[in-house]
């Protein structure tokens, strides 16, 4: 599988991310956004070790947002691509 260009991985993660806020921006405090902010920042630049730390801290202290990753069909595939490219 040939890796996407990088237009079109950054649009990917923009939608992906902005999707997800979309469905829980209302719920997101100063915490979790900051969270969903970095988890953002890291998949952009395609950071595996701070998608791993970002994911491990929200599991820890943000189980429902976790939960709103992993069930978010955008988000959770493009975390899951990263993560078998080795990003």
């Avoid at 950054?10 to 979309?22: I, M, N, P, T, Y």
């Avoid at 902010?37 to 630049?45: F, M, Q, W």
């Avoid at 820890?60 to 691509?81: C, D």
């Amino acid at each position: 599988m040939p890796e996407k260009s990088g237009g079109d991985h950054e649009k990917r993660v923009a939608d992906a991310f902005d999707s997800l806020h979309g469905k829980v921006g209302g719920r997101l405090d100063a915490e979790t956004r900051r969270s969903v902010e970095e988890l953002r920042r890291a998949a952009h630049v395609r950071d595996s070790a701070a998608l791993r730390q970002g994911l491990a801290g929200v599991q820890e202290r943000h189980g429902w947002l976790y939960r709103e990753l992993a069930e978010h069909p955008a988000v959770s595939n493009l975390l899951n691509e990263l993560a078998l490219w080795g990003f």
